[in-house]
């Protein structure tokens, strides 16, 4: 069970990445897409803190969920800064 568990995400991400490589061929919105490196880890925080109405970074800041969108952030601003550079 865990097995599965740890390899559907992975699948899901290779799948993902071939379906966008193959679209950067096409005049589709999605071409320029990408999937980030940073993963959000699944846990009860980033479950509960929608019902009190708060962002995790509010509800449960040192949390791995919040260390998480922390990471997705910065890499983000990373991606955008580098555009800004590049132009």
């Known amino acids: 069970m865990s097995r599965v ?3 559907c995400p992975q699948e899901v991400v290779r799948d993902l990445e071939s379906y966008l490589e193959k679209s950067r061929r096409q005049a589709v919105p999605w ?3 990408r999937v980030l490196k940073t993963r959000v880890r699944r846990n ?3 479950a509960e803190c929608p019902s009190f109405g708060q962002s995790v970074l509010t509800y449960a ?4 969920g919040a260390a998480d969108y922390q990471n997705l952030a910065r890499e983000v601003l990373a991606l955008e800064s580098a555009k800004r550079v590049a132009a």
């Open 5 to 7: 568990a740890v390899s």
């Open 31 to 33: 071409a320029g897409a």
């Open 44 to 46: 009860i925080k980033l």
């Open 61 to 64: 800041p040192k949390c791995p």
